[in-house]
Structures are given as C-alpha cells and as structure tokens.
C-alpha cells in the first residue's frame, strides 16, 4: 500500500472514530426516548451498537467509550466517566467481534439477524454487568441492583434498534461500505 | 443545546493549578478514598471539597453535584442496609431488623466516598477547560491521533446536535394529529435517528479531506499542540499534588 493511501485511510479511520463519537454523545445527551412509566431511556446504546455493527470492534469499543465517557462529562457525571469508558468501550467490541465472525466483508451488519441478536445481547450483559459491578463497589450491590433492570432495558430498546437503523443505513447510503474496517 | 463545556469561570488555586497535577490529585485521592475507612476523615475530606467547591464557586452552584446524586443516596439508604443483617441490631421494628450496627458502618462508609469522589470529579470539571483536559491527557501519554479523535469529536457535537433536532423537527411537521406526544416520538424514532446517521455519515470523507488539506499524514506536519505552561512550574504544581495526598494519607491511616 503506498504512503498517500495510508495516509488517506488514516485520514477516513480518525475522521470517522472522531464522528461517531460526537453521535454517541449527542445520543446520550439529547435524544431520548419517553418510557410507560414517565421515566426516559437515553439512545447511546443505539449508537454504540450502530458503530459496532456498521464499523466493527474498534470504532466500537472507542466511539462508545469516549462517547459515554464525554457525554458523561459533559452531563454532570464525571466520577463514571472513566467507568462508562471501560463498560461501553467492551460493550461495542464485544459486539462487533461475536457478530462479524463469519461475515465475509467484515461489516457485522451483513451478518444474520440472529447473530446480530446475540452479538447484541452479549453486549448488553456486558453492559448491565459492568454497571452492576461498577455500581456494587461504589454504592453496595443490593443498592445496585436496583439499577439492573433500567439499564437491560436501554440495552435491549438499544440492541433492536440499532439492528433496525444499521439495516437501514446500509440501503439508505450504500456508500458507508467503503467507511468499514 | 448540548453545551461542550462545564467550566465555570470563578476564583481560587484551583484555577491556577496546572491541569497535569490537578487530574494525578483527583486520581490519588480517589485510590485514597477507596482505600481508607476511617469515617472522619473520609467526611472531613468531604467536608474539605465541598468548602472548596463554595469558594471557587458559590453556595447555589456548589450543592448541584449533591442533587446530581440524591436518588442513588437515597437508593443506597434503601438497600444497603438489606445487605448487611448480621451483628448487632440497632434499628428495629416489630420483629424486622431495619438496621444493624455493620448496616450502617458501611451506609456511612459508601455515602462518604461515593460522595467524596462525586465532589472531586465536578471541582475538577468545573475548574478545568475541557481543551487544557485534553492536554494534560495528551502530555500523560495520548497519542496525537487520540487527541485529535477527541478534539474532532467536540467540533462536531454541536453540528450533530443541531442536525437531529432539524431532522426531529421535520419528522413532526408531517404529522397530522398531537405532534408532540410521547407516542409520535417513539413512532418517530427510526426515521429521526436513521437519517441523522446517514448526515453525520456523509460529511466523513470531507472531514477527512479537510484533515489532509491542513498536513495530516505530511512528514512535516503544520500544526502541534499548545503546550501547558504552568505559573511558577510544572513541578512545583506536582509538589504541591503529592503534598496534598500525603496530608490525605496521613489523615486516612493515621487518625
């Protein structure tokens, strides 16, 4: 590969690690979605599973975790800025790596609907586990219990739409194939 | 509005300690927190941060990050007692223990540091720029590329935010019943969101072409970092740092 089109790529890679960390972000802050219970659901799990589908492990695991971390930052919550960072950071990655396995263009949104399933659920285990523990040090683990069930549920409302808007995505600007890697 | 900045400009040391050696304080003693449980001084250091909080800033503000964790104190009120049931009771009704003595040692022991770090974490937000953060973390080892992905990542929040909310606004304008409701919101989720993707996706390649117009990638590269130049010296700064925690330590394992 000559210089000029390394240089580019890295050009693309930052360019595009730079973006989806801004839209984590944003979807942490700003987008979020009304419960039944009058409470609401922030959609940075979208975008974290969004980047790992579209993008693979390493946009995942650094667009989700800088982009919790600084939505954390900027929210108000910096004592679990560098938590979200690790916990998001290995949600992304997981899910990136378990749903590309197989998939011949290593864009884990080609992969199956079930393996995107279980890619995403892996992810939200990793997800709601590492907010547990996080939490259970920080606060006891009975009081962090209470955390357990919002947080599966942002995963999950997280895991079917970001199956839904990575399939979308991909039919709606083709294009994106040449961002992945 | 998304704000990219919790910086409140105020008064005090804080604001003068150099970015590098304030973020190895705050990391210290929090290590400290975790690893001391002498309850006095735990609350003592609270008491310390706190009064720092009202000085650099004032009374209104310096109780915000409290309100930020009310909920989860009171959760932790709840249920933390639930976790311990052995040893001697302290608190009880009819034939239910509510409290135990070891309940409420360790109540006392988390709200203290859960608070502790809480107060820490803001006070160095709040008297930090987000661009002299990014330094200090560029000068503990960042690559120049990880800089650039989180300085990037701040001049695009804002243009991403404001793409959503256009997209959002869009999506509402076609629908004919209550625009605002919780349910149209919910309908109005994919379309919203799949469209803010594809625009902040489509500016990519400019972005990265831009990136190469101002000497990405060149051997000799046209820009650099500002560096931190602290008042009086870095080390002096870093001195005052290890005195800090030393004071802290001492104040954990001594009393």
């Known amino acids: 590969m000559s210089k000029k089109l390394a240089n580019q790529l890295t050009a693309i890679r930052i360019a595009l690690t730079a973006m989806l960390t801004a839209v984590v972000v944003v979807f942490t802050l700003i987008v979020r979605v009304p419960t039944p219970i009058k409470g609401y659901i922030s959609l940075c799990d979208v975008a974290i599973v969004f980047s790992a589908y579209m993008f693979g492990p390493w946009v995942g695991f650094i667009a989700g975790g800088l982009g919790t971390g600084i939505a954390d930052l900027l929210g108000g919550y910096a004592q679990w800025a560098p938590l979200s960072f690790i916990i998001h950071g290995l949600q992304g990655l997981v899910i990136a790596l378990i749903a590309r396995k197989k998939v011949v263009a290593k864009i884990p949104a080609d992969a199956s609907i079930l393996r995107m399933v279980i890619a995403g659920v892996v992810g939200m285990v990793v997800m709601t586990g590492g907010y547990y523990l996080a939490g259970g040090v920080l606060y006891g683990f009975k009081a962090a219990l209470s955390e357990v069930a919002l947080n599966a549920m942002q995963s999950g409302v997280g895991v079917v ?8 995505v991909l039919k709606a600007y083709p294009p994106v194939r040449a961002l992945a890697f | 509005m998304v704000t990219t900045s919790l910086y409140i400009a105020g008064r005090g040391f804080l604001y003068k300690f150099d970015p590098r050696a304030k973020l190895f304080t705050l990391l210290a ?8 449980s002498n309850h006095a001084s735990l609350w003592l250091l609270n008491l310390a941060v706190f009064l720092l909080a009202l000085y650099s800033t004032n009374f209104k503000q310096s109780l915000q990050p409290l309100k930020t964790i009310i909920f989860l104190v ?19 009704i009819g034939n239910f223990t509510v409290a135990t003595k070891e309940a409420l040692f360790n109540l006392n022991l988390l709200v203290a540091r859960f608070l502790g770090i809480t107060y820490m974490a803001t006070l160095f937000i709040w008297t930090t720029k987000m661009v002299d953060i990014q330094l200090a973390l560029r000068w503990y080892g960042l690559s120049y590329s990880g800089t650039l992905i989180v300085t990037l990542a701040f001049r695009f929040i804002p243009s991403v935010a404001d793409s959503f909310q256009m997209i959002q606004d869009a999506h509402l304008l076609r629908s004919a019943s209550d625009s605002t409701s919780s349910k149209r919101r919910i309908v109005d989720v994919v379309p919203t969101v799949t469209a803010a993707l594809v625009v902040a996706l489509k500016s990519i390649p400019y972005m990265a072409m831009s990136l190469e117009h101002r000497g990405f990638g060149r051997d000799n590269k046209r820009g650099s970092y500002r560096y931190l130049d602290p008042q009086f010296g870095l080390w002096l700064h870093f001195l005052i740092a290890v005195v800090v925690i030393g004071v802290a330590y001492f104040a954990f394992n001594i009393f």
Do not use: Q
């Open chain 2, 29 to 36: 003693l929090t290590l400290l927190l975790f690893l001391g």
């Open chain 2, 74 to 92: 009171i959760i932790m009120i709840l249920f933390v007692p639930l976790t311990y049931r052995d040893g001697t009771v302290v608190i009880k």
């Open chain 1, 161 to 168: 739409v970001g199956i839904i808007v990575s399939k979308a």
